[in-house]
T-cell receptor, first 112, second 115 residues
Framework: KQEVTQIPAALSVPEGENLVLNCSFT??????LQWFRQDPGKGLTSLLL?????REQTSGRLNASLDKSSGRSTLYIAASQPGDSATYLC???????????FGTGTKLQVIP | EAQVTQNPRYLITVTGKKLTVTCSQN?????MSWYRQDPGLGLRQIYY???????DKGDVPEGYKVSRKEKRNFPLILESPSPNQTSLYFC??????????????FGSGTRLTVV
């Protein structure tokens, strides 16, 4: 059974810092991995989608990497801003039935 | 605008009173899914649908029903709600099965309280 872990559960950084969020998964046979952002009481907004054949994806200040063999993905946020404060979740699609499994998220606070 | 629309956003109901949460997408997506989100447990899949008239159970289907009579709609039905179904519910859709090529689009959520 696929398990997805995100550490730390919460992170507080001063504005302007570069930071890395981690996502690890137990079954390396994944189809893709997606990073989401969730604002309090709101839905999930897709940030980046990495297919299993890719090593990384970039969008603006965000860069996501994928290392299937070690069961890890990282989300790098450059020059963090208070507007980046949110919960970040990763989700993997894996298994014969192509099931989606979510991590429990990292709550990020960027302090002005 | 491409979106997934859920209604209602907030709902308070009493134990045992049947309710339906609607979900509609305007992107002609084949795959739709329902999740519930609880503190410390993350997002757990309730039911999913690969296409019209094709539905299957997720991880936590007990106490829920779904139907997919049209491609755009995927309602979640609670026949006899109980307090342990108090949660934040999300509907999601993707172009194809499990978001393999294009990823997921989520609705804004429905906060359900059962008293």
């Amino acid at each position: 059974k696929q398990e997805v872990t995100q550490i730390p559960a919460a992170l507080s950084v001063p504005e302007g810092e570069n930071l890395v969020l981690n996502c690890s998964f137990t079954d390396s046979a994944i189809y893709n991995l997606q990073w989401f952002r969730q604002d309090p009481g709101k839905g999930l907004t897709s940030l980046l989608l990495i297919q299993s054949s890719q090593r990384e994806q970039t969008s603006g200040r965000l860069n996501a990497s994928l290392d299937k063999s070690s069961g890890r993905s990282t989300l790098y946020i450059a020059a963090s801003q208070p507007g980046d404060s949110a919960t970040y979740l990763c989700a993997v699609v894996s298994g014969g039935y192509q099931k989606v499994t979510f991590g429990t998220g990292t709550k990020l606070q960027v302090i002005p | 605008e491409a979106q997934v629309t859920q209604n209602p956003r907030y709902l308070i109901t009493v134990t045992g009173k049947k309710l339906t949460v609607t979900c509609s997408q305007n992107m002609n997506h084949e795959y739709m899914s329902w999740y519930r989100q609880d503190p410390g447990l993350g997002l757990r899949q309730i039911y999913y649908s690969m296409n019209v008239e094709v539905t299957d159970k997720g991880d936590v289907p007990e106490g829920y029903k779904v139907s997919r009579k049209e491609k755009r709609n995927f309602p979640l039905i609670l026949e006899s709600p109980s307090p342990n179904q108090t949660s934040l519910y999300f509907c999601a859709s993707s172009r194809n099965y499990a978001g393999m090529s294009s990823g997921y689009t989520f609705g804004s959520g429905t906060r359900l309280t059962v008293v």
